[in-house]
Each structure stands twice: as C-alpha cells, then as structure tokens.
C-alpha cells in the first residue's frame, strides 16, 4: 500500500517512520503541500496522508480520483481544507478527531499567561540585564470571566483549565452539552460579558469571521482573544482596526486566516508581503505562534498511531469510524451510522 504523505517535516518523519512496512505499507514523504501544482506526485499512491494547510479543493480531488488515489488520512481534526462534498462518492476522507485536546489546550493557556503576565517582554529584558518591571504591570485571572466557543473536546479541557484558576466560565456552542454543568449564554451575550475569549469551534460557514467588527463593537473594551482554532474565526483587520482603537487589550494567535504560505516555514530573511499579520506581529500586546499548539510528543505519537490504524482499517475493509464525509454534520442524513463507511 503506497501512501504519499504532503507537508511533512521532520518531526512528522520521525513519528511516522516506525510504521513503515508494516502490513506492506510504504511512505513517500514530500516537503511540499498537496495543491493543483503537486498533484501529480500523487499518482501511483493509494492514499495520500496530508495536514491542516494541504489543499484538497474539487480539482485537486479530479486528479486525486483519477489517479486511483482512495483514501484522504487527515493527521489532523479539522477538515475545512477539504471539499467534502466533491470526493464524495469517490475517494474516502479519514481524520484524527482527537489525539491531544491537552496540548492545545494547554497552549492556549500558555499564550494567554505570557500575553497578561508581559512573559514575552520579561524573557527578552533579563537576557540583556535589564531587570526593570516598568511596564510589565499585568492582571490575576482569578475572578475573570472567560467565554469559551465551542465547548468540544479541547473546550472542555481548556475550561477545566481555567476553573482551576478560579475564573467564572462561560460558553456559546452550537450544539451544548447537556448536563455538562457549563452555563451556556447566547454569542452576543458572551461578546458582552467576557474579559477573555477563546475559540475551539471548527471553521464553517457558520463561524467564518465570527470576530468581526460588529463582534468586537459588542466586547468589553480590554479584551483579550485567543484563537488556537482556525484563523478565518477571525476577521484580521477588524482585529488590527480593534487594537488600534485600543478596543481590544491582547490577541494570542497560533491561527492566521492566510497562514497557509507562511506557517510552518521559516520565512526569516523574507519579506513578508502580507501587510495585516507584519503589522498584528509589530503590537506589544499580540502573539503569534504559528500553528504550534498540537505540537507536543504526545500528540504526535497520537497523530501517527491514528493515521496508520485508519489507513490499515480502511484497506483491510474494516469499519471506518474516523471517516468524515459533507453529510456527517447532520447526524440524521449521516449514513455511516451501522455501516462500515460514509458510501
Ligand atoms: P470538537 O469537534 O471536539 O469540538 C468542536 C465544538 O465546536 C463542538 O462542541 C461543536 O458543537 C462546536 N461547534 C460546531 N459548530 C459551532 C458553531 N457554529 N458555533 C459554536 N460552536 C460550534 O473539536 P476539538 O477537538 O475540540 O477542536 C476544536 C478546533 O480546534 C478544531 O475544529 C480545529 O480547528 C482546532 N484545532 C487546532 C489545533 C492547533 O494546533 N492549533 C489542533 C487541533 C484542533
């Protein structure tokens, strides 16, 4: 079974390497991301293995399918860079729905501390002796009240998280959980009550640009917004237009709505052309990480364990309980629930 796998990098390599061979599995790793110009080194795969910024739009999907390519492996949860509804019928989708909400959660966590607690400023002052606190002035977390959307896997933990801080949480999901003990508010009344917003829901259509400059219009002026989501959450320059106007007080970004160029490169000794994030990165009080948050060992140990099993599963003609397909958001249009796959 021949898989190519787009978009890897070292750590990627390293992860999934000891899984060569096994049942006659054989990997082709390309640095380069899947999109209509590197198709074409997909041909004679039976399945290609691609992350976040890999681009499977329908005419990537054509070529796929004409190249006999079956399965799509997501090492990732997200799916928003597939179009669903054009493989359908015609090559299988799997993901990794879950492989550590910890580390991302966690790292939310880790932005949002840095970011209030100036860390960011502190490390690069004491590296020079300068052992000033002029301006380092932060807030507790106690007694904050955190808005949390979309209260999924990594929700969940990122407001155990945050109770364990003693911060009053509240939450807007789509779909809530019952009896999850969380107190629900509507976005508009999240919007108005947060002094710190997270967001954990996917990116649809539904919660593209869900920040925005009516959103931000209705914050508490002093807000912080952290997105370890997907960027396109979040309008960028209704983001930039809300630091300026001193509206918004921090934003911790480890997403970027154009990130795909970008994260994941080193694009030192560049010119970066993208003007919005140059200036975003330019202001004291945001942080870019680029797309860093699931990258702990656990989590990639997780991310290779899952892809290999779903590869295996699905050649073996075994049920399929990872695969995604456009019709699995509406659970009752669903048809893979009591058979093995989508189609
Ligand atoms: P999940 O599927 O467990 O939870 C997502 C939650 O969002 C669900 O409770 C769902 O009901 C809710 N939701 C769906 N539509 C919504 C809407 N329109 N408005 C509000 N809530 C809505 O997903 P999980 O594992 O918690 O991941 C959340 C997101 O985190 C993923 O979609 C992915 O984009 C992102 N992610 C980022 C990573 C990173 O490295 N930065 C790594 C892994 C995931």
Not at 100 to 124: D, F, G, Q
Request: proline share 3%.
């Amino acid at each position: 079974m021949k898989i190519a796998f787009f978009d890897t990098k070292e750590y990627d390599r390293k992860a999934f390497e000891p899984y060569e061979g096994r049942g006659g599995l054989s990997f082709k790793f390309y640095d380069t991301k899947l999109n209509a110009d590197t198709v074409g080194l997909a041909a004679g795969a039976d399945a290609v293995c691609v992350f976040v910024n890999d681009d499977v739009s329908a005419a990537v999907a054509d070529k796929l399918y004409e190249y006999g390519v079956k399965l799509i492996a997501l090492r990732c949860a997200g799916f928003n860079n597939v179009d669903l509804s054009s493989v359908f019928g015609r090559i299988h989708v799997a993901r990794v729905p879950a492989y550590s909400p910890y580390a991302v959660a966690e790292h939310a966590i880790a932005l949002l501390l840095c970011s209030i607690r100036r860390l960011h400023k502190a490390y690069i002052r004491t590296k020079d002796y300068n052992f000033s606190l002029n301006g380092l002035t932060g807030f507790d977390l106690h007694g904050k009240t955190v808005g949390v959307v979309g209260t999924g896997k990594i929700g969940r933990v990122f407001i155990d998280i945050c109770r364990g801080f003693g911060m009053h949480v509240i939450a807007y999901d789509k779909f809530p959980a019952p009896d999850s003990g969380i107190e629900y508010v509507s976005l508009d009344e999240l919007f108005a009550r947060s002094d710190i917003i997270s967001l954990h829901c996917p990116l649809t259509e539904d919660t593209r640009h869900l920040v925005n400059p009516g959103s931000i219009e209705k914050m508490k002026k002093g807000v912080v917004i952290l997105n370890t989501s997907r960027g396109a959450l979040i309008d960028s320059e209704a983001l930039l237009e809300g630091i300026k106007q001193r509206k918004i007080g921090a934003a911790c970004l480890d997403v970027y709505e154009e990130e795909s160029d970008l994260f994941f490169e080193d694009r030192s000794g560049h010119i970066l052309n993208d003007d919005t994030l140059a200036r975003l990165i330019t202001m004291p009080n945001v942080l870019v990480t680029s797309h860093q948050a699931f990258l702990t060992e656990e989590a990639l140990a997780n991310i290779a364990e899952t892809t290999v099993k779903n590869i295996e599963n699905f050649f073996a003609g075994k049920p399929l309980e990872n695969e995604v397909c456009y019709h699995c958001e509406n659970m009752a249009a669903c048809k893979k629930n009591g058979r093995k796959k989508c189609f």
